[in-house]
């Protein structure tokens, strides 16, 4: 039986999450755990994250799980989501500047609170609620999913100066930022599958099919 381990570090919606992966996988054993050689034996793990990114960190160190992810990252399938993305990457600026796990490069920055819509109207802070996401690069994650389908987003803070050879997707707020990144073995993703009715469960589906050893290069 295949094993999905889903990165338990105290933050997250972790029932919703491996609810949707049963879901997809009904004849995988999906666990919730903090457990070290769990998440390291683990065919494929799923890091979430909702909430600040200085207690995501300060929880994900806490807990020890910085190393235990990092280890991971080397060579497991491995889907960050929303906070979990922006974790992964290298700084952020919330939180007057936050450290945060340096896997994939790539900053972390607040949408700004000058940008206007098509109606010359201010942007409402966080992005919350339906949006397109246009992916340019071909990849088993959005396989079966069309382009500019809607997926589910809530936040304030999004991704910036990834290599673009690394983004697989992007939506627009009211510019275009990324939303869906690939390094090596690792996607990340900064909506909420888990909350994007049946494209969501259809990228959950895909990625727990994905090996991840075809492209296993840095480039996507």
């Known amino acids: ?62 807990a020890g799980l910085d190393e235990t992810i990092k280890q991971a990252a080397k060579d497991k399938p491995l889907l960050g989501i929303c906070i979990g993305m922006q974790a992964l990457l290298e700084h952020s600026e919330e939180n007057d500047g936050v450290e945060c796990l340096g896997i994939i490069p790539g900053q972390v920055i607040k949408f700004s609170s000058n940008a206007v819509n098509s109606e010359n109207n201010k942007i409402k802070i966080p992005h919350m609620g339906w949006n397109n996401v246009n992916y340019s690069i071909q990849n088993p994650l959005f396989e079966n999913i069309l382009n500019n389908e809607r997926f589910y987003f809530v936040h304030s803070y999004h991704a910036t100066k990834v290599g673009n050879n690394y983004v697989l997707a992007n939506a627009n707020y009211p510019y275009n930022f990324p939303c869906a990144i690939k390094w090596k073995n690792i996607v990340a993703v900064q909506f909420h599958p888990e909350k994007s009715q049946d494209v969501g469960l259809q990228l959950l589906k895909n990625f727990l099919n994905w090996d991840a050893k075809a492209e296993s290069s840095e480039h996507a």
């Open 1 to 62: 039986m295949a094993t999905v381990a889903v990165i338990d570090y105290g933050m997250g919606n972790l029932h919703s999450i491996s609810k949707a992966l049963k879901k997809v996988s009904p004849d995988s054993n999906v666990i919730v755990t903090s457990n070290r050689e769990t998440i390291l034996s683990a065919g494929h793990i799923v890091f979430p994250g909702v909430g600040a990114i200085r207690d995501c960190m300060a929880a994900i160190r806490s």
